[in-house]
């Protein structure tokens, strides 16, 4: 299969605003390693997500707050290594931005610095618009992150479809206006309705990258590691799976187990 690379140049914010003026779609995928990083790329992707979803499905946490600035530095700095196209997007985790700008700055700048990624995302709208203007005085491009935002689960207890009654729709268009207004390159829509989410990216100019967000938004983005079927026991409505891995490694295992303990492997040829 061809893949659909729109050129072979480096993606650059600039190129994700021109892919939304132009009609193309924007691909998004997360990674947290080199070697995953690396087949993505040579497949195409237009942007790699370092997510702190890495707490979930790289750490085994329940939730993406744990993990640190440093674990997820060191996921980044893995997949900026292996990188040659794609634009590389990295979470700022819970706790290393919302204290105050100052702190937020700071953060932004350790994972720029000591990763070489290209950009930061982080969680929420008006109330870390000091932190996004900080950041982003900085040089740092930033990309915005409403709807429904992981690291705030606890407040609201539940991850059910975000804004579907009248006053939240209101608030997350208008801070989507807000992060764009402030300079944001992108905005990631979380599972939200898909009519809002299309309103969304009619009223700004910066790319909208919808997850559970339906098809009238700018680009899409899964977790790897759920549309490749690593994951099985997670079944959102807005889920693709492309393959079923979790059951492919598994028998690979059990064939390989079943292998030694019958000294099949190694046989001659796979010896010195
Ligand atoms: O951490 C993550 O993987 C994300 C995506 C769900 C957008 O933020």
């Known amino acids: 299969m061809s893949t659909a690379k729109s050129s072979d140049k480096k993606v650059t914010t600039h190129r994700l ?10 691909s998004m995928l997360t990674a947290y390693d080199f070697s ?8 195409g992707i237009d942007v790699i997500l370092v997510g702190d979803s890495a707490s979930n499905v790289m750490a085994g946490h329940e939730t993406t707050l744990p ?15 292996a990188v040659e196209r794609a634009l590389v997007v990295v979470d700022l985790p819970f706790g290393s931005y919302q204290g105050n700008s100052k702190e ?29 203007e900080r950041i982003l005085s900085a040089g740092v491009p930033v990309m915005g992150h409403l709807g429904l935002t992981p690291q705030s689960i606890y407040k609201f207890g539940t991850y059910v479809v975000r ?14 206006k807000l ?5 944001c390159f992108a905005i990631v829509l979380e599972k939200i309705p898909a009519q809002l989410a299309r309103a969304v990216s009619g009223s700004v100019t910066i790319p909208i990258i919808g997850i559970g967000a339906g098809g009238g938004v700018d680009g899409q983005v899964l977790v790897l590691h759920d549309m490749l ?3 099985h026991e997670f079944h959102p409505r ?31 040829k796979e010896q010195y």
Request: cysteine-free.
């Open 17 to 26: 605003l021109e892919m939304k003026k132009s009609g193309e779609k924007i």
């Open 36 to 43: 995953l990083a690396r087949i993505l790329d040579d497949a």
């Open 67 to 81: 993990i640190t600035l440093d674990q997820m530095i060191y996921h980044a700095s893995s997949v900026v290594r």
């Open 104 to 132: 937020a700055l700071n953060s932004a700048i350790r994972i720029m610095k000591e990763s070489g990624a290209h950009g930061v995302k982080l969680e929420g709208g008006r109330e870390v618009k000091e932190s996004i």
């Open 163 to 176: 804004a579907q009654d009248e006053a939240e729709a209101e608030r997350l268009m208008s801070d989507a």
């Open 179 to 183: 992060l764009s207004d402030s300079g």
């Open 229 to 231: 079927g690593i994951t």
């Open 238 to 268: 807005f889920l693709r799976r492309y393959l079923n891995l979790y059951d492919d490694i598994k028998k690979a295992a059990e064939h390989y187990i079943s292998d030694v303990k019958s000294r099949d492997f190694p046989n001659e």
